[in-house]
């Protein structure tokens, strides 16, 4: 029943004892009609406030929209002018009579346009957050995260990754996409925040392995670490690493939005897993993330890389 067609029952039922001859100079009649009218006016400020409300639903939605709008527009104007900057970054990098003291700093401008295209995924990946779940399909993790710390160490200076438990397929249903996300950041944060080099340790674990593993973790799960010997965070730092846009107190001279552990958090979240962090100041970050194993028995192709040590080239500053 809505409230208006119960305003109207309470007034018919006011009206009918109001007109029966047995409620003629009851006493109690005054005060039914004062209480119908009281509540009465109590229906038609809800139906305001109803209305009120469904008219800011709709607004917000449509600001939603707009604002998806605006991100993809503004991701699309952002890339093309700096897939140009880049394209003649390398151009500039293959010029013959380029100055060798120049070579630097053409490194650094490339460096900067990988920022700006990681800061542009990252937004548009919030926004695909919000819009749509992960996709779960099978795929190979060991596979993905060995890929992804070769990526990464040959663009790091000064850092060796160690990758342990990659040498086997480690299927997981999950979006590959949204995932890979999750650990790039991971990984990158590591080399950022590792001023110093160092090594940065990968570990990956599944089922009961993972109880005896540095990652730990029950059975039903795949876990995977990654530790690095950086500046680390302090206790109450690492309480909010995963908020959205909050930067640690130590990270003031790096550069970062604040946005990729909050998305990781969401992704990992999304796929029904859990990531934490252990840290201390000067002593380096751990960071797990937990995701269920696949169920899926299909066959993955074994990554190219073993166990072991990745050693980092050397790249231009």
């Known amino acids: 029943m809505t409230m208006r067609s119960q305003e109207q029952e309470l007034r018919q039922w006011v009206q009918r004892l109001a007109e029966d001859p047995a409620n003629a100079g009851n006493p109690l009649l005054a005060e039914f009609q004062t209480l ?27 600001m939603a929209r707009q604002q998806r709008q605006f991100v993809l527009m503004v991701s699309h104007e952002f890339r093309t002018p700096l897939a140009i900057i880049d394209s003649a970054s390398q151009m500039l990098e293959l010029e013959p009579k380029l100055p060798v003291s120049a070579m630097p700093r053409v490194g650094k401008i490339r460096n900067a346009v990988q920022r700006m295209l990681h800061l542009i995924e990252r937004c548009l990946t919030n926004d695909r957050l919000g819009t749509a779940a992960a996709r779960p399909v099978a795929f190979d993790l060991a596979a993905m995260l ?17 990758l342990h438990g990659l040498d086997r397929p480690v299927p997981i249903p999950g979006d590959r996409d949204l995932l890979a996300v999750v650990f790039s950041n991971l990984m990158e944060n590591a080399v950022k925040y590792s001023p110093n080099g160092g090594t940065i340790r990968v570990d990956l674990a599944v089922g009961d392995d993972a109880a005896g593993s540095p990652c730990g973790g029950p059975g039903g799960q795949v876990t995977v670490r990654i530790t690095d010997q ?7 730092d690492a309480a909010r690493l995963f908020d959205k846009y909050f930067r640690a107190s130590n990270a003031a001279g790096t550069t970062g939005a604040g946005l990729g ?19 201390e100041p000067g002593q380096g970050s751990a960071f797990t993330v937990r995701l269920p194993v696949a169920r899926a028995t299909t066959p993955t192709a074994a990554p190219a890389a073993v166990s072991g040590a990745v050693p980092v080239p050397e790249t231009s500053p």
């Open 261 to 279: 552990l909050h998305l990781a958090r969401c992704i990992v979240d999304t796929h029904g897993g859990g990531i934490s962090v252990a840290s």
């Open 230 to 236: 950086g500046i680390g965070v302090n206790a109450a």
């Open 146 to 162: 060995t890929a992804l710390a070769g990526e990464m160490a040959g663009t790091a200076t000064g850092h060796r990754f160690e």
């Open 36 to 62: 119908a009218e009281r509540h009465g006016k109590l229906l038609r400020q809800f139906r305001k406030i109803a209305k009120i409300s469904d008219r800011l639903q709709t607004e917000t939605k449509e």
